[in-house]
């Protein structure tokens, strides 16, 4: 039985603990928040006797293999640094780290530990999108050569994640860069990147709309866009929709989780709704679905001693876009990821 503590008891985190109660050989033994009401919620929720307010304390009394750090991007550096001197494994929220000097620290502290190191970087893992993902790479449609995924809503986040009304950056670091990883489990790494970005409601801080081109070593052009100022009747949240052309067909994910394949001549429609589970709720319910994917992802990477795919170091290439789009938008001009 592989034994789990977790940190960070918020808005998201009741997720990964509703999926680490249905994952076979998983135990949730211990949690931490440093806000007492949490905590002790959470805890009686779910039935965990052993709750910590301190991370460090939790650390010190150990007995649990893997740490799921389920904290906003502030606090992830030193809980990994602990993670580290702990010598567990660790999964972390997305965004990984504030800086790619932050997150590259954090990749070599895991990385001499022997230990794996998984970003929770699960929208790749929503069902819909991963049979996009397989049918592309069976060959489905050819050769890619263009791209789009796409995410436009109106719906209020910032009821339930209020900080996301506060930051200097909002929509990349908070959902583009999950769009962003979409795109390379489609269509790989990235050599250049442009981006533009507006922020459309003044009630925030930061950027509620970014639209971003990439060109991917393999040759796609792809267009990664995203809003949260898009108001309209039918409602797609949390939908992340794409398109690819390839030389043999095409494929589109609509809304509705409606899935067609197109060849000359024939199309092939697919109803790709992800289940619902017994703990989830309409409209989240394809996020929440990935949760419990990407935890058992872990689960089965450690049983098989292999990397998961969203590794701390595949991360950085993702995290590098973030980065990159920001830059790109601030001074108008293409980047390369890979020179930052
Ligand atoms: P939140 O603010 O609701 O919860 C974070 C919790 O962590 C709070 O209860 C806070 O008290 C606690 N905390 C912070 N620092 C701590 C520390 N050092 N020690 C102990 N407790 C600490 O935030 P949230 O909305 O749950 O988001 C958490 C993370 O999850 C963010 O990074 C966010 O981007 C991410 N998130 C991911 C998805 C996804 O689909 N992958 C969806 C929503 C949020
Ligand atoms: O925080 C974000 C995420 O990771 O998925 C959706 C979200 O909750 C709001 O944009």
Not at 135 to 160: H, K, N, T
Request: negative net charge; contains cysteine; aromatic residues 8%.
């Amino acid at each position: 039985m592989l034994r789990i503590a977790l940190i960070g008891c918020g808005f998201f985190a009741r997720n990964q603990m509703f999926a680490w109660r249905d994952i076979e050989g998983a135990e949730l033994v211990a949690i931490c928040d440093q806000d007492p009401a949490r905590l002790a919620r959470a805890g009686e929720e779910f039935g965990i006797a052993r709750r910590y307010s301190d991370a460090a304390a939790l650390f010190a009394a150990g007995g649990f293999d893997i740490v799921d750090i389920a904290t906003t991007v502030g606090s992830h550096h030193a809980l990994v640094a602990q993670a580290a001197q702990a010598g567990v494994h660790v999964i972390c929220q997305k965004p990984f780290a504030r800086s790619l000097t932050e997150a590259r620290e954090m990749v070599d502290m895991i990385e001499k530990t022997g230990k794996l190191l998984m970003v929770h970087e699960n929208f790749r893992w929503q069902s819909a999108v991963r049979r996009v993902i397989d049918l592309l790479r069976a060959g489905e449609i050819g050769e890619a050569f263009f791209g789009r995924i796409s995410f436009r809503s109106g719906y209020d986040v910032y009821s339930g994640q209020p900080y996301l009304a506060e930051g200097e950056r909002f929509i990349i670091e908070d959902l583009g860069i999950h769009l962003l990883d979409i795109a390379r489990a489609l269509f790989g790494d990235v050599s250049r990147i442009s981006a533009t970005t507006r922020r459309v409601n003044p009630a925030i801080r930061g950027e509620d709309v970014a639209t971003m081109q990439l060109l991917h070593l393999g040759g796609v052009t792809s267009v990664v866009d995203c809003s949260y100022a898009t108001r309209r009747q039918d409602e797609t949240f949390p939908q992340s929709l794409i398109e690819i052309d390839g030389t043999l067909g095409s494929l589109r994910l609509d809304a509705g989780y409606r899935l067609t394949l197109s060849r000359p001549g024939a199309a092939r429609q697919e109803d790709v709704s992800p289940p619902l589970l017994e703990w989830a709720e309409r409209p989240w319910h394809n996020i929440q679905e990935s949760v419990q994917l990407i935890q058992q992802h872990f689960i089965d990477c450690l049983h098989r001693g292999e990397a998961p795919e969203t590794s701390g170091r595949d991360n950085l290439q993702t995290f590098a876009l973030v980065e990159a789009a920001y830059l790109s938008a601030r001074e108008g001009r293409a980047l390369a990821p890979d020179s930052l």
